[in-house]
């Protein structure tokens, strides 16, 4: 009796954590693994979609399935926003989670774009400011070792930020320090943070900009940046592939 799909997802899968096909390699052409298992190949290639969808392999065009080889980037909670990174040394928070998980980086795995837009109703209640009003949109892309990882796209009131290097779309941080020590310098330090992360299947947009394989969901973060005196200096939108990432928090219970 032939197996289904789901079974033999799991048989692979089982093979890929054992190390029967170890890290960058390929799993047998769709053709070998129907006659291995006397399945049909329309099996074989459900199979495979399972395990793209939990981030085991990923489609390579001319090489076949190939084994991921890196584990998922470690994003760090509250300490990759830490003052001591930015303030008085050169860290900005992606370089500081590729730090915490032992990757190389360069300025350049972060692009971005800029462009003054009408806020919409999310980024005008975040910033309080009507809805349609003009702000400063600062959208980037990162990636890890070509790879990308995540999307980040913050906003800004245009009085805060106009003469800035945060307007500037060179790829890489905005300088030393980045854009959070861009604000400190304009009498905009921020001091507290509030993070909102829910789950959600990509947009179309989303699955080509980030190279999703099918049916892997995304991360979704909305940031808000306050100063000491609690106004709001920046509201970001985060989209994160779900499989590269594990989300890493350090705090203190509170009594």
Same mark, same amino acid.
């Given at each position: 009796?032939?197996?289904?799909?789901?079974?033999?997802?799991?048989?692979?899968?089982?093979?890929?954590?054992?190390?029967?096909?170890?890290?960058?390699?390929?799993?047998?052409?769709?053709?070998?693994?129907?006659?291995?298992?006397?399945?049909?190949?329309?099996?074989?290639?459900?199979?495979?979609?399972?395990?793209?969808?939990?981030?085991?392999?990923?489609?390579?065009?001319?090489?076949?399935?190939?084994?991921?080889?890196?584990?998922?980037?470690?994003?760090?909670?509250?300490?990759?926003?830490?003052?001591?990174?930015?303030?008085?040394?050169?860290?900005?928070?992606?370089?500081?989670?590729?730090?915490?998980?032992?990757?190389?980086?360069?300025?350049?795995?972060?692009?971005?774009?800029v462009t003054k837009?009408?806020?919409?109703?999310? /980024?005008?209640?975040?910033?309080?400011?009507?809805?349609?009003?003009? +702000?400063? @949109?600062? =959208? %980037?892309? #990162?990636?890890? !070792?070509?790879?990308?990882?995540?999307?980040?796209?913050?906003?800004?009131?245009?009085?805060?930020?106009?003469?800035?290097?945060?307007?500037?779309?060179?790829?890489?941080?905005?300088?030393?320090?980045?854009?959070?020590?861009?604000?400190?310098?304009?009498?905009?330090?921020?001091?507290?943070?509030?993070?909102?992360?829910?789950?959600?299947?990509?947009?179309?947009?989303?699955?080509?900009?980030?190279?999703?394989?099918?049916?892997?969901?995304?991360? /979704?973060?909305?940031?808000?940046?306050f100063t000491a005196?609690?106004? +709001?200096? @920046?509201? =970001? %939108?985060? #989209?994160?592939? !779900?499989?590269?990432?594990?989300?890493?928090?350090?705090?203190?219970?509170?009594?």
């Amino acid at each position: 009796m032939s197996i289904g799909y789901r079974e033999l997802a799991t048989v692979l899968r089982d093979a890929i954590q054992r190390g029967d096909y170890p890290p960058e390699t390929t799993l047998p052409k769709q053709e070998e693994l129907a006659a291995e298992f006397q399945v049909n190949v329309n099996t074989v290639r459900k199979a495979i979609g399972v395990l793209e969808a939990e981030g085991l392999v990923t489609p390579v065009r001319r090489r076949g399935t190939v084994v991921r080889a890196r584990p998922p980037m470690k994003r760090l909670g509250a300490d990759r926003y830490a003052k001591n990174k930015w303030k008085y040394g050169d860290v900005v928070p992606f370089i500081a989670d590729r730090e915490a998980s032992g990757r190389s980086w360069q300025p350049t795995d972060q692009t971005q774009s800029v462009t003054k837009v009408e806020a919409d109703s999310e /980024v005008a209640e975040a910033l309080g400011v009507p809805a349609g009003s003009p +702000v400063y @949109e600062r =959208a %980037r892309l #990162v990636k890890d !070792a070509g790879q990308p990882t995540h999307t980040l796209t913050s906003y800004y009131r245009p009085a805060d930020v106009e003469g800035t290097r945060l307007l500037d779309a060179t790829p890489g941080p905005a300088g030393r320090g980045g854009g959070f020590l861009v604000l400190t310098l304009r009498g905009l330090e921020p001091d507290t943070m509030t993070e909102t992360i829910h789950a959600r299947m990509p947009t179309p947009g989303e699955v080509a900009q980030l190279l999703l394989p099918a049916g892997e969901p995304v991360m /979704v973060l909305l940031r808000r940046t306050f100063t000491a005196n609690g106004r +709001v200096v @920046e509201f =970001a %939108r985060g #989209v994160h592939a !779900a499989s590269r990432f594990s989300w890493s928090y350090t705090f203190k219970i509170p009594d």
